[in-house]
């Protein structure tokens, strides 16, 4: 075979990456747009399709299934669709960080650092008022805390992805067990933070909505310009530190830049585990290991599964036996991720995908 061949080889390949690749976005957002539809016709009321896009239009329509689709389940479902894709995302930048498949924001220290800062406040610990729309902020520096704190303790002459790990998982726990301390000290409060720290969709409105939407359109940009440091990172240390990659301060940005999308999401709709690991797997999948490629359907994959996560949570209801102030008591969308997530992990973990 010549060269010229080889090079036609090898540009048709990338051409056919590309198509595929907007194909997968394509189906991808198709699928969004189905769940989407879905999502608005589920819940306590029973809509179809054509009585929800009546709603949506402002044709005319009972005054109730306006109220039920504007007020309640488009901001529902629009938190859904970007929360997801903010964890997708961070999972995303986090596995390649650590260069471990089974790394996401659960257990890097992050997402506990943000839950203890943001139940101090809901709690009222201390007096602290509600931080109301700046509760992302608040989350934020808890975030940004707890990943400090994480890259302290794996600090040895430069920061090792496997001490990275471990220090998340360590730090995780001590944070996790003084929320729990908190929550004991705060009962009459439980109500409405446990459901929060399992990870909910329950009661989100458009105030919620407020607080998220700034900070995705922030951060979600940032993330996909991270692909090329991170394709480089993925190389390995040594070849990045060759390629002129200052090999620390890039994987301290980008852990920061997880941070930040992690905070954005569970600010709003709590720690929902397992998502930024199972929806890296998904894109890994379909996609492969680049990260201009990996990032996008991370993030459509991780907004797929929240709103069907969250479409099964509301065909299950609960009775806390706790004053709650949802005025549904539905099973929180965490615990289903939770149900998909927990044997997804041993899946993979038993694969040995763990780098």
């Not at 629009?78 to 930048?93: E, F, K, P």
């Not at 940004?144 to 790990?165: D, E, I, K, N």
């Not at 996560?309 to 209801?317: E, H, L, W, Y």
Request: charged content about 10%; hydrophobic content about 55%; proline content about 6%.
């Amino acid at each position: 075979m010549s060269a010229t061949d080889g090079r036609t080889d090898a540009a048709d390949g990338r051409a056919w990456g590309a198509r595929r690749f907007s194909m997968l976005l394509a189906v991808g957002l198709a699928l969004i747009g189905v769940l989407f539809v879905v999502h608005l016709c589920t819940g306590t009321v029973r809509l179809g399709p054509g009585e929800v896009l009546a709603a949506l239009l402002g044709r005319h329509t009972e005054d109730l299934h306006r109220t039920v689709v504007w007020d309640l389940r488009l901001p529902r479902s629009l938190i859904a669709i970007v929360a997801g894709a903010l964890l997708g995302t961070a999972g995303a930048v986090l596995q390649v960080v650590m260069r471990n498949n089974l790394a996401e924001p659960g257990i890097t220290g992050v997402t506990a650092g943000g839950i203890l800062v943001a139940v101090l406040w809901i709690a009222g610990i201390g007096g602290l008022p509600h931080p109301g729309r700046f509760m992302p902020l608040v989350v934020l520096l808890g975030c940004l805390g707890a990943g400090a704190v994480v890259f302290a303790l794996s600090w040895r002459g430069g920061v090792h992805p496997l001490r990275l790990v471990l220090s998340g998982v360590l730090v995780s726990a001590i944070l996790s067990s003084v929320t729990a301390f908190i929550m004991l000290r705060a009962q009459a409060g439980v109500g409405g933070i446990l459901p929060w720290i399992i990870g909910s969709l329950n009661g989100r409105v458009w105030v919620h909505w407020d607080q998220l939407w700034p900070w995705a359109v922030a951060v979600l940009p940032l993330a996909l310009l991270a692909a090329r440091p991170l394709n480089v990172l993925q190389l390995g240390d040594s070849v990045a530190a060759t390629k002129g990659m200052r090999v620390n301060v890039t994987r301290t940005a980008l852990f920061c830049l997880a941070a930040l999308l992690t905070a954005a999401a569970v600010s709003v709709v709590g720690a929902v585990g397992f998502l930024g690991l199972v929806a890296p797997h998904i894109a890994r999948w379909l996609t492969g290991e680049d990260a201009r490629r990996l990032l996008p359907v991370a993030a459509v994959a991780g907004a797929a599964l929240l709103v069907g996560a969250d479409i099964v949570s509301q065909g299950v209801t609960i009775r806390p036996p706790f004053p709650s102030p949802q005025h549904r008591p539905g099973l929180p969308v965490g615990a289903v991720m939770a149900f998909i997530g927990a044997p997804f992990f041993l899946y993979i973990l038993r694969r040995g995908a763990a780098r």
